[in-house]
């Protein structure tokens, strides 16, 4: 079973599950991605959660839960950008929010930079969990945008952290659109004739949950 909190992704994922010749040992839920995540206790064989962490406001409390449903003995990985990811978007947001007298702005952004995890903190996360065997994969590697229009509609933007940059910025109204127009703009001043990179740092997580020990 898939899950996502789109109704027009759950749709598209039907729509390919027609044309699979496994789409019947599949199923699709649109759910929200907070915990309680759908399936009783010890539901689930395996885990697999991509990228999706870092759109929950306590992804320890969700690995929590996922743990709750994993079957003893059952598999949870997962991935999710760590402190690092986005640094050269964050370093131009922050010469804007200082250049506009955002210092609201300014005090939002660091408090989420200080929000994305290290490999410290997943390591917690996972056993708080109760999840043993855990492993931990870094990996590191530039996305490259040919421009500022292509960065902000990448779906990895523009449905991973966009709207939490867009309330740093005042959520809505002139006041967001005037701080993302300046944004914008120094993407394409700094970057002119050659591609905006964007750092990534992201993790893939791994842990099992245990057999219980047999009663003497």
């Given at each position: 079973?898939?899950?996502?909190?789109?109704?027009?992704?759950?749709?598209?994922?039907?729509?390919?599950?027609?044309?699979?010749?496994?789409?019947?040992?599949?199923?699709?839920?649109?759910?929200?991605?907070?915990?309680?995540?759908?399936?009783?206790?010890?539901?689930?064989?395996?885990?697999?959660?991509?990228?999706?962490l870092a759109d929950v406001p306590?992804?320890?409390?969700?690995?929590s839960d996922g743990a709750r449903?994993?079957?003893?003995?059952?598999?949870?990985?997962?991935?999710?950008?760590?402190?690092?990811?986005?640094?050269?978007?964050?370093?131009?947001?922050?010469?804007?929010?200082?250049?506009?007298?955002?210092?609201?702005?300014?005090?939002?952004?660091?408090?989420?930079?200080?929000?994305?995890?290290?490999?410290?903190?997943?390591?917690?996360?996972?056993?708080?969990?109760?999840l043993t065997q855990i492993a931990?994969?870094?990996?590191?590697?530039?996305?490259?945008?040919?421009?500022?229009?292509?960065?902000?509609?990448?779906?990895?933007?523009?449905?991973?952290?966009?709207?939490?940059?867009?309330?740093?910025?005042?959520?809505?109204?002139?006041?967001?659109?005037?701080?993302?127009?300046?944004?914008?703009?120094?993407?394409?001043?700094?970057?002119?004739?050659?591609?905006?990179?964007?750092?990534?740092?992201?993790?893939?997580?791994?842990?099992?949950?245990?057999?219980?020990?047999?009663?003497?």
């Amino acid at each position: 079973m898939g899950i996502d909190p789109s109704p027009a992704l759950i749709d598209r994922a039907n729509a390919a599950k027609a044309l699979s010749p496994a789409g019947g040992k599949v199923s699709f839920q649109c759910a929200d991605l907070l915990p309680p995540w759908p399936g009783g206790n010890g539901a689930y064989d395996l885990i697999v959660s991509n990228l999706a962490l870092a759109d929950v406001p306590d992804p320890g409390a969700a690995l929590s839960d996922g743990a709750r449903i994993l079957k003893p003995g059952g598999r949870l990985v997962a991935t999710i950008p760590l402190r690092g990811s986005w640094a050269e978007f964050l370093d131009l947001y922050a010469d804007v929010l200082t250049e506009q007298g955002k210092p609201d702005g300014l005090t939002a952004l660091a408090a989420y930079k200080r929000s994305l995890p290290d490999v410290d903190v997943v390591t917690r996360w996972l056993e708080s969990a109760g999840l043993t065997q855990i492993a931990i994969d870094v990996n590191r590697w530039e996305l490259l945008f040919k421009s500022a229009r292509e960065f902000f509609f990448a779906p990895i933007v523009e449905l991973g952290p966009l709207p939490i940059w867009k309330q740093i910025a005042g959520g809505r109204g002139d006041e967001m659109q005037d701080v993302f127009f300046f944004v914008k703009e120094a993407i394409e001043t700094y970057f002119s004739g050659a591609p905006f990179p964007v750092s990534m740092v992201v993790a893939c997580l791994q842990g099992v949950k245990p057999i219980a020990a047999a009663s003497p």
